[in-house]
């Protein structure tokens, strides 16, 4: 069982940045593979960013050269840089843990770039 709790969520206008921060409790932190989704009205969940256990990391071509994954197994943290943002990239974006058949998600923290 792993425990999610984004944080870092705002308004922001177009070309700012944002950090979003995700504390994971639970056993066994390192051996998930690590994710950050969005969901904006009307449309399905997607993959931002992933990072496994071996720190090795994948982005949706939508958010490549501008966000960043990254984790942090000593502190149980996965963030996500997110720079030249975008009215597309609002959204609510969740945190998203993995490990075989077992999936983890956070409650989501909202993000608004205005135009």
């Known amino acids: 069982q792993v425990r999610l709790s984004e944080s870092g969520g705002g308004l922001v206008q177009t070309g700012g940045s944002l950090r979003l921060s995700c504390a994971a409790s639970?056993?066994?932190?390192?051996?998930?593979?690590m994710g950050w989704f969005r969901q904006s009205p009307g449309k399905e969940r997607e993959l931002v960013a992933a990072?496994?256990?071996?720190?090795?990391?994948n982005y949706a071509d939508s958010v490549k050269g501008r966000f960043t994954i990254s984790r942090d197994n000593a502190k149980e943290m996965v963030y996500l840089e997110m720079s030249s943002l975008k009215p597309e990239d609002t959204a609510v974006y969740y945190c998203?843990?993995?490990?075989?058949?077992?999936?983890?998600w956070g409650q989501g923290t909202q993000v608004t770039v205005s135009s």
């Open positions: 998203n843990a993995k490990r075989g058949g077992a999936v983890f």
């Open positions: 990072v496994t256990t071996a720190d090795e990391t």
């Open positions: 639970g056993s066994m932190f390192s051996f998930y593979i």
